[in-house]
C-alpha cells in the first residue's frame, strides 16, 4: 500500500484555502516548533530524519542547514527554489497548486531554525497561475499572525517574499537562482564560496526546494524517527516521482523511497502505453543520464540510482518505448 504524506490531503476540496488546511491540523507544525524546540533543536531534529534534498544530488538537509555560520553580524536568508523547469519534471507545481500551505507552513519552521527574519520564494516565470495562487496563500498566512511580526506570540520575525523569475532554465541551478533574486543576470557563480557562507547579498544562505521543505511540517509533527522509518537506510521518508512518456497512466505519484522502477512503471502506471516494449527511462529530469531498459529493477533512492549510473535528481521519470 502506498504510503501517503505530502499528497495525504490533496483530494480535498479547497484545501489552498487557510481554514481548509488548518482543519486538517495545518500549521500545528508551526505551533509545535515555536512552543516546544529552539532553532537548534529543529536542526538536529531534521538531521536525525534523514531527509535529503529533493531537487538535485540529495545533499541531507539538516547538515546543510548547519554549515551556515552564526553570529557574524550578518542577516541569514533563506530561498525556496520553485524554479521548476527541468524537462519531464512537475511534483513541486504539484503541491503548489493543491497544497501551498504546506510549503509555507514548512519554510516557517525552517526559517525559525535558521534564524532567518527574510526568506524568498523564487517561482519559475512561467508559473502565472501558481505564483498568483502563492501570492494569495502568503497574504492568508500574514493575517492569521503565521507571518510578519511576533509570529503566534512567540518573539519570531519573519517575513516572505514570492518572486517571479524571468523564465531562465539555468535558474534551477541555486547560485544562479540568487544571482537573478538580486536583479542580475541568472548566471552560476564559483563555488567556493558556497551559498551558506556567501550567499543572497553576500549573507549565509540557505536554498531549498519546494518538496523538501513541504516535508517539514510532517517531520516536526510526527518526529524524526517517524520519518526515518519510512524508506530505506540513507534514503527515508517519501518521494514524489512525476511519471511521463510512453506509460499509460502518467501523473505524480508518491512512494516511499526505494521503490523498484519496474514496480512504478508495471503496478501502479499501467504498463506501456499501446502494448509496446519498453526502451529507456530517464529517472530524474531531462538532464540525467538514460537507463536502458535492462535497468528497470534499480530502486527509485538517490544511492542506487547513482550506482546505476545516473541520478535521482528531481523525479521526473521519462518513459521511453
Known amino acids: 500500500?502506498?504510503?501517503?504524506?505530502?499528497?495525504?490531503?490533496?483530494?480535498?476540496p479547497g484545501l489552498a484555502q487557510i481554514e481548509v488546511y488548518?482543519?486538517?491540523?495545518?500549521?500545528?507544525?508551526?505551533?509545535?516548533?515555536?512552543?516546544?524546540?529552539?532553532?537548534?533543536?529543529?536542526?538536529?531534529?531534521?538531521?536525525r530524519s534523514g531527509l535529503r534534498g529533493r531537487g538535485g544530488a540529495?545533499?541531507?538537509?539538516?547538515?546543510?542547514?548547519?554549515?551556515?555560520?552564526?553570529?557574524?553580524?550578518?542577516?541569514?536568508?533563506?530561498?525556496?527554489?520553485?524554479d521548476e523547469s527541468e524537462p519531464g519534471t512537475f511534483k513541486d507545481r504539484l503541491i503548489i497548486e493543491k497544497d501551498p500551505h504546506q510549503l509555507i507552513e514548512g519554510t516557517i519552521i525552517s526559517a525559525y531554525a535558521l534564524d532567518c527574519h527574510l526568506a524568498f520564494i523564487y517561482i519559475r516565470g512561467e508559473f502565472v497561475r501558481p505564483a498568483k495562487l502563492l501570492t494569495r496563500v502568503v497574504d492568508e498566512a500574514y493575517a492569521k499572525g503565521y507571518l510578519g511580526r511576533n509570529i503566534l506570540g512567540s518573539g519570531y520575525d519573519l517575513?516572505?517574499?514570492?518572486?517571479?523569475?524571468?523564465?531562465?532554465?539555468?535558474?534551477?541551478?541555486?547560485?544562479?537562482?540568487?544571482?537573478?533574486?538580486?536583479?542580475?543576470?541568472?548566471?552560476?557563480?564559483?563555488k567556493p564560496p558556497f551559498p551558506a557562507v556567501v550567499g543572497?547579498?553576500?549573507?549565509?544562505?540557505?536554498?531549498?526546494?519546494?518538496?523538501?521543505?513541504?516535508?517539514v511540517p510532517h517531520i516536526i509533527n510526527n518526529g524524526p524517527e517517524w520519518f526515518s522509518s519510512i524508506g530505506i537506510e540513507r534514503n527515508t521518508g517519501t518521494r514524489l516521482f512525476g511519471v511521463s512518456g510512453h506509460v499509460v497512466k502518467r501523473g505524480v505519484y508518491e512512494f516511499a523511497m526505494g521503490i523498484p522502477l519496474r514496480e512504478i512503471i508495471y503496478d501502479h502506471c499501467g504498463?506501456?502505453?499501446?502494448?509496446?516494449?519498453?526502451?529507456?527511462?530517464?529517472?530524474?529530469?531531462?538532464?540525467?543520464?538514460?537507463?536502458?531498459?535492462?535497468q528497470v529493477d534499480v530502486h527509485m533512492d538517490f544511492d542506487s540510482v547513482a550506482k546505476a549510473g545516473s541520478m535521482l535528481g528531481s523525479a521526473g521519470v521519462i518513459v521511453m518505448d
Open 200 to 215: 543572497l547579498y553576500q549573507c549565509p544562505t540557505v536554498i531549498n526546494n519546494v518538496e523538501t521543505l513541504a516535508n
Open 1 to 12: 500500500m502506498a504510503i501517503k504524506v505530502l499528497t495525504k490531503n490533496m483530494h480535498i
Open 159 to 190: 517575513d516572505l517574499v514570492v518572486h517571479r523569475g524571468a523564465g531562465a532554465y539555468i535558474c534551477g541551478e541555486e547560485t544562479a537562482l540568487l544571482e537573478s533574486l538580486e536583479g542580475k543576470r541568472g548566471h552560476p557563480r564559483l
Open 58 to 82: 540529495g545533499f541531507p538537509t539538516g547538515m546543510k542547514w548547519g554549515f551556515v555560520p552564526k553570529n557574524i553580524g550578518k542577516p541569514i536568508y533563506l530561498c525556496v527554489n520553485a
Open 22 to 47: 488548518e482543519s486538517v491540523g495545518g500549521y500545528q507544525g508551526l505551533r509545535k516548533a515555536l512552543r516546544e524546540y529552539q532553532p537548534a533543536d529543529i536542526i538536529e531534529i531534521v538531521k
Open 271 to 294: 504498463g506501456i502505453r499501446g502494448g509496446r516494449k519498453l526502451k529507456a527511462v530517464v529517472p530524474g529530469g531531462s538532464s540525467v543520464p538514460i537507463l536502458a531498459a535492462d
